[in-house]
C-alpha cells in the first residue's frame, strides 16, 4: 500500500521481531508487521512520554520532601519502627 507519507528503514534485528510477536498477539494475528510497528512506536512514544512525567513528577516530590514541603511528617517515620 503505498503512502503520501515518507518512510523509514528499520532494521529487523532480534529484539525487534521479538516486539512485532508480541505486539502481533494484541493488534492481530494476520496484521502486517508494519501495521504492528506503528502500534508500538506510538504507544511507545505515549509510554516514554508518560515515563519522563512520572520521573518529573518524582523528582518533584523528593524535593519537597528534602525541603520540608511535602506535608510527610519526617519525625513520626523516624520513629515509626518503635511504635510498630
Do not use: C, W, Y
Amino acid at each position: 500500500m503505498s503512502s503520501r507519507h515518507p518512510r523509514i528503514q528499520v532494521p529487523r534485528d532480534p529484539e525487534l521481531k521479538q516486539a512485532i510477536d508480541r505486539g502481533r498477539r494484541l493488534v492481530g494475528a494476520d496484521a502486517p508487521a508494519s501495521q504492528v510497528v506503528r502500534a508500538l512506536a506510538l504507544r511507545g512514544a505515549q509510554a516514554l512520554s508518560e515515563d519522563h512525567e512520572a520521573e518529573q513528577r518524582a523528582r518533584q516530590f523528593m524535593a519537597s520532601v528534602a525541603e520540608g514541603n511535602s506535608g510527610i511528617d519526617l519525625e513520626s517515620l523516624l520513629t515509626v519502627r518503635d511504635r510498630a
